[in-house]
């Protein structure tokens, strides 16, 4: 939905991904001790990216490295293909962020803090201020004082102030933090809005695992200044669904062999008076269904599932979440 199509040799659509920002075999050491560790991946245009990671992880110490402000011992990061070492000022022009809170005037309207931003750059007209706060669902309030303003109608705002130039990345730390519900399912249903009709990618660093869930088309674990996973969010998901079920049963080998006919490709744990097998939560009616048909009477069931979070400690090692 977020991607380029061009036709391919044969007439038919191929989909392409642009990246638009690129981290290659980053390595940050800081005397003898390694803080990052070789990892690599891109983020895409029009892509809602989640990194995750407990205390001491490395998620800040990538994102300063991203923003030249502390150096890179080894590797690259590139944005829209301008190397963040070589061609800082290039590179850095396309980025917008909001580290925890964004940085406004209390005592100026909204309208004026935009102004203000607005100075920083060259060429921002009248016409693209008005954009930016139509885009992000300002204008009732734009010419109050922003010491009115809710925290989450202050993370809107330093959002239009990063969205002035016209970025093709936008970096969020902790975007979240101190909003109330209603706040974050403002900020995600905008965050989505950017990423899929504004093409921007976005690159979110946060520990509410169930708002990455919401917001990211995938996330990236990472542990010890080491990249764990990268996973789309739709199969951390279809994880989250599966299920160990245990069934009590009148007659165990019968209900084995029942369901190695029905799960060829999953172990059947068998104990003294139950049959035990990893399935998706869906199939759990086939089976009781399959189990009547054969005449094995169930006595009971137990199911345990994994969570969202359940999933991210074990790739963590079941560290405490940042």
């Keep these: 939905m977020f991607e ?66 502390i150096s890179i011992t080894e590797g ?25 809170n964004p940085e406004l005037y209390k005592y100026l309207s909204g309208y004026e803090n ?3 931003a607005a100075n920083m750059y060259e060429n921002i007209t009248k016409v693209r201020i008005d954009e930016v706060i ?34 093709t990345l936008i970096v969020l730390d902790e975007p979240t933090n101190g909003l109330d519900p209603a706040g974050i399912h403002e900020l995600r249903g905008y965050l989505r809005n950017l990423a899929e009709k504004e093409n921007i990618a976005v690159l979110i660093s946060s520990h509410q695992l169930n708002e990455m869930e919401l917001m990211c088309d995938r996330v ?6 080491k990249l764990v996973t990268i996973q789309k969010m ?12 245990t069934f009590t049963v009148d007659n165990v080998s019968k209900a084995k062999l029942c369901l190695e006919n029905m799960f060829r490709d999953q172990e059947t744990i068998i104990h003294e008076n139950s ?30 599932t994994k969570t969202l979070e359940d999933k991210f400690l074990e790739l963590t090692g079941g560290n405490d979440i940042e």
Aim: charged share 25%; aromatic share 6%; glycine share 10%.
């Design 4 to 69: 380029d199509k061009f036709q391919g040799l044969t007439g038919s659509n191929t989909i392409v991904t642009k990246p638009v920002v690129q981290f290659k075999n980053i390595t940050k050491r800081i005397g003898d001790k390694t803080i990052i560790d070789n990892i690599t991946f891109d983020i895409n245009e029009g892509e809602v990216f989640g990194f995750l990671g407990p205390n001491g992880a490395g998620k800040t110490t990538t994102i300063r490295m991203l923003f030249g402000l």
């Design 76 to 100: 690259e990061i590139l944005i829209n293909g301008r190397n963040v070492k070589d061609d800082f000022e290039t590179a850095i022009s396309k980025v917008g962020g909001i580290i925890e």
């Design 114 to 116: 935009l102004k203000q």
């Design 134 to 167: 139509e885009l992000m669902g300002l204008d009732k309030r734009v010419h109050d004082k922003v010491g009115t303003y809710s925290l989450g109608m202050r993370q809107r705002l330093g959002l239009a102030q990063a969205l002035l130039h016209r970025p």
């Design 220 to 225: 990236g674990v990472i542990q010890k200044g």
């Design 234 to 245: 739709s199969d951390l998901l279809k994880q989250e669904k599966a299920a160990r079920v």
């Design 275 to 304: 049959v035990e097998i990893f399935i998706n939560s869906d199939q759990f009616s086939e089976i009781i269904n399959q189990f009547v048909q054969e005449k094995i009477k169930v006595l009971a069931t137990e199911t345990a």
